[in-house]
């Protein structure tokens, strides 16, 4: 699971507990700027291919984590329950997406929009 919250002009993508090793990540910071949208989506972490795993974790069903290469794109996971994800499109970062479970995904896909929304 990851924990999001805003910090000036950036987003905290914060990942807890035993996830950070099969993510091989704690944390990712993305300037506010970089960040096209953000969405409640299921659909985004169901099924069973997520693309190559470049690096991580993938047992379908149980957890999906780490960086994966899918349809040209670079796509950080980290997902145990498809329901609880969000979708987070980024422009020039090093992932093109974040694909994320999280506590209350409709809360933190509007955390991150409205954070967008007041930067402009």
Not at 40 to 51: F, I, L, Q
Not at 90 to 97: A, C, G, I, R
Request: avoid cysteine.
């Amino acid at each position: 699971m990851v924990d999001v919250r805003i910090e000036g002009d950036r987003v905290v993508f914060e990942v807890e507990g035993w996830d950070k090793m099969w993510a091989l990540k704690s944390r990712l910071e993305i300037p506010l700027s970089h960040i096209k949208g953000a969405k409640s989506d299921d659909a985004a972490a169901k099924g069973w291919w997520h693309g190559v795993k470049l690096g991580g974790a993938s047992l379908p069903g149980v957890i999906t984590a780490g960086t994966f290469y899918k349809e040209g794109r670079l796509v950080f996971f980290d997902v145990h329950k498809p329901e609880n994800t969000i979708v987070v499109e980024l422009d020039h970062e090093t992932y093109d997406q974040l694909i994320l479970q999280v506590r209350n995904p409709t809360e933190a896909a509007r955390t991150i929009t409205d954070a967008i929304s007041n930067r402009a």
